[in-house]
């Protein structure tokens, strides 16, 4: 992973159309800006996560051969 | 009572009582808006979420107990304000809301349990969410020992 710093008002750049804008930083946490293309999904990575274990979850089970065994 | 198709059951009558409503859909189903608790004799303590709207559409689910006895839930207050349940504490499992960890299970990999994005459904008012949490202290694929997929048991 790429480290690095920047202070509030500074931006980076992700390839050439991507804009990441560290706004405000203080003891609750960082408010960032992001400009990028329209096409570009921004989600969460706790929703992105969550979305996708939702696919994987409504895939199809075969309910007659699932027994819970635990204690 | 009215007649539900369902994924893997056939046509089941429901309950009212055991209808939920997702006011916000679900992350990546955002349009199903309403599920049935189906609680299936010899499946306990398994249940299956089975959507109302689209009859192919059926998650299987632990109680989130079951699935981790010492889980502690975190609910934002925006999740709280959508399940009309008090804005300053956590709500109680079992007592107000039921709280189920969807299941995935894929062919050739262990089982896993969602601990990080449980289901919480309000008892009362019978509305839902699925409440993300944002701490990352549960895995979203928590493997899960305890289920037997091979039917031989």
Known sequence: MLVLRRRAGESLMIGDDVEIEFLEVNSQGVKIGIRAPREITILRKELHLTEMQNRAAALNIDPEKLKWTAK | ?153
């Open chain 2, 1 to 153: 009572m009215p007649l539900l198709a369902t994924k893997y059951f056939g046509k089941l009558s429901c309950e009212p009582a055991d209808c939920y409503d997702f006011p916000s859909g679900i992350p990546g189903y955002e349009g199903e808006r309403t599920f049935v608790l189906l609680n299936l004799p010899g499946k306990e303590p398994l249940v299956f979420l089975q959507s109302v709207q689209t009859a192919t559409l059926c998650f299987l689910a632990l109680p989130i107990l079951v699935a981790d006895p010492q889980y502690r839930l975190s609910v934002s207050f925006e999740d709280l304000q959508i399940l009309e349940l008090e804005l300053t504490r956590q709500p109680h499992i079992g007592g107000e809301v039921l709280v189920l960890a969807l299941l995935a299970i894929e062919e050739g990999a262990a089982a896993t349990a969602n601990l990080m994005s449980p289901i919480v459904m309000n008892l009362k008012n019978r509305r839902a969410v699925q409440a993300i949490r944002c701490d990352f202290a549960y895995s979203h694929r928590q493997p899960l020992r305890g289920l037997d997929r091979s039917g031989t048991c």
